[in-house]
């Protein structure tokens, strides 16, 4: 489990591509040693690290992964947001975080406000019903609160404060980019609850 809490970032340095899926490798300092099988949530996504150096790592994503993420564009260059996973004594700043990216969606707007940023998202297709003002959704792994939703125009807003910004990848986003969403798990099983219950 993940808390949406990023820890650091790192570089893309290589992709192969094959049928099977893509292989990508990263390169980040101050993230600590590395150990193969090891669970690193990248953008959000939960992978797998395949190989590694004193600073780098390799993963490698399926096709599944790929068709319900934005890896499939990832390109060499790319800033990534990195967290491992929360420790049993590690202290929940953010909220459940699973790694399981339900779908993608893309930055609508971005308008500086004093020292913060707000930044409106289109609410992801078929997932609505789980964007609440107040609140929590993943947006490529870093844990947020929705702080503002406009269902007419089917879009939510979220505030980014300057430590988020500069050390996440929140300040390279332009209008139209795609990111990962991943909706709180929580809302999830009360709905399913909902259901078995009728």
């Given at each position: 489990?993940?808390?949406?809490?990023?820890?650091?970032?790192?570089?893309v340095t290589?992709v192969?591509?094959?049928?099977?899926?893509?292989?990508?490798?990263v390169e980040?300092?101050?993230?600590g040693?590395?150990?193969?099988?090891?669970?690193?949530a990248?953008n959000g996504v939960?992978?797998?690290?395949?190989?590694y150096?004193?600073?780098w790592?390799?993963?490698?994503?399926?096709s599944?992964?790929l068709?319900?993420?934005?890896?499939?564009?990832v390109a060499?260059?790319?800033?990534?947001?990195?967290e491992?996973?929360?420790?049993?004594?590690?202290?929940?700043?953010g909220?459940?975080?699973q790694?399981?990216v339900?779908?993608?969606?893309?930055?609508?707007?971005?308008?500086?406000?004093?020292?913060?940023w707000?930044?409106?998202?289109?609410q992801?297709e078929?997932?609505e019903?789980?964007?609440?003002?107040?609140?929590s959704?993943?947006i490529d792994?870093?844990?947020?609160?929705?702080?503002d939703?406009?269902?007419?125009?089917?879009?939510?807003?979220i505030?980014i404060?300057?430590t988020?910004?500069?050390e996440?990848?929140?300040?390279?986003y332009?209008?139209?980019d795609?990111v990962n969403?991943?909706?709180?798990?929580?809302?999830?099983?009360?709905?399913?609850?909902?259901?078995?219950g009728?």
């Amino acid at each position: 489990m993940f808390t949406g809490i990023v820890a650091a970032t790192g570089t893309v340095t290589d992709v192969t591509t094959n049928e099977d899926g893509r292989r990508i490798r990263v390169e980040t300092t101050d993230f600590g040693s590395f150990e193969k099988g090891e669970s690193i949530a990248v953008n959000g996504v939960c992978l797998t690290v395949e190989e590694y150096g004193a600073d780098w790592f390799t993963l490698f994503t399926a096709s599944e992964t790929l068709d319900k993420t934005t890896l499939d564009a990832v390109a060499v260059g790319d800033r990534m947001n990195l967290e491992r996973p929360l420790p049993a004594d590690g202290s929940f700043d953010g909220h459940i975080v699973q790694g399981h990216v339900d779908t993608t969606t893309t930055v609508e707007a971005i308008e500086q406000v004093g020292e913060d940023w707000t930044f409106t998202v289109a609410q992801p297709e078929g997932y609505e019903q789980y964007i609440a003002e107040k609140g929590s959704v993943s947006i490529d792994g870093v844990s947020l609160t929705v702080a503002d939703l406009d269902d007419e125009a089917r879009t939510f807003d979220i505030a980014i404060i300057p430590t988020t910004y500069d050390e996440t990848r929140f300040g390279e986003y332009v209008v139209g980019d795609r990111v990962n969403v991943e909706v709180d798990v929580i809302a999830k099983y009360v709905e399913r609850l909902a259901e078995i219950g009728e």
